[in-house]
């Protein structure tokens, strides 16, 4: 009897253990009902995707079917629509931001219209470690001698500068190039931690490129020139960060460009203030398919003039690439 008491106790313990454990994201079927306006072996799944816990929808969120081939985007309320196939067996939601939530087996019946509602909760840190502000360089020309000083203040700690920072860089700028104590250098390099670095989108909108990175170098000639690099910029930029992208099939690509750069990456006083500045971030997440996971809107870049004392600066981050064939959209 006390074997059996002990057994029950031990259960009630377990079960309260995993009650008190919530799940990443749900779905609940509010309704599965016939229509004779669906066409034969065909059905509509509608609904709304929440962030858990809210009555707000999540805008560019992807729904669809598992293996890929039918899906939609959620809109600016959240909502979605799509047609599927009353073979299909499985549905899914999925956003960047948010848990993935996954149905497998789901018994689609023809002509019927389902609504289900997702709600998912925003995804959680893996691990302590923050995306590294990767070879951030600093380009300084003058025509003129230039004495100044520069200092950075990073969205976290330095990992790496060159020459040594210290409490910043003390330069001398002229037509000969840069030095600092003395020494010439081609550029100012440092690294560092990144707190909180993520993708700048509004509304779910994503301001950026989704490229087959075959085109990768044609691609950031191109984008990097529009932005005012000349072509020693460009050419330490693609060499660089060329590999890196070619390394996936595809990849989302956004440029922070001043304010930017900024408020997301470091901001930056020199003393004498330059007469142009140009400072250029780069973040980019491969996948090896082929959807694009934003809803994305056209990029445009302010024109840049070179004159006098000039402060050209470009870094970037890759985040972890999407290999999960749910989160490939």
Known sequence: MKLITTILLSLVVISSLFAETEPPGYYKVISDKYSADIPAGTCIIQGRVYEDGTKVGIPGAVVGETSRTRYILTDNDGKFKL??????????????????????????KSQHIITVNFFTKKRLIMDDNYPVAEKPVIYLYSDEEVDATISLQPKGEFTFTYPAYEDGWSVNVSSNGLKVNEQQYPYLFWEGEC??????????QFAGYFINTDSTIQFLETTLEAIGF???????????WGPRLTAHS?????????????????????????????????????????????????????????????????????FKAVKHTMAAL
């Open 83 to 108: 047609k599927l196939s009353s073979k299909d067996t499985s549905f899914y939601c999925f956003h960047q931001d948010y848990e993935e939530v996954v149905c497998w087996n789901y018994d689609f």
């Open 195 to 204: 707190e909180n670095l993520s993708f700048n989108k509004n509304g779910g």
């Open 230 to 240: 000349n072509s020693t910029e460009r050419t330490d930029f693609i060499t660089y």
């Open 250 to 318: 595809y990849a989302s690509v956004q440029f922070l460009v001043g304010e930017q750069y900024d408020q997301n990456v470091a901001s930056i006083d020199v003393s004498p203030q330059p007469d142009s500045q140009l400072r250029v971030y780069m973040l980019f997440q491969g996948t090896e398919f082929s959807s694009s996971p934003h809803r994305l809107v056209a990029t445009e870049f302010p024109k840049f003039n070179r004159k006098g004392f000039t402060l050209v600066e470009w870094g970037g981050s890759e």
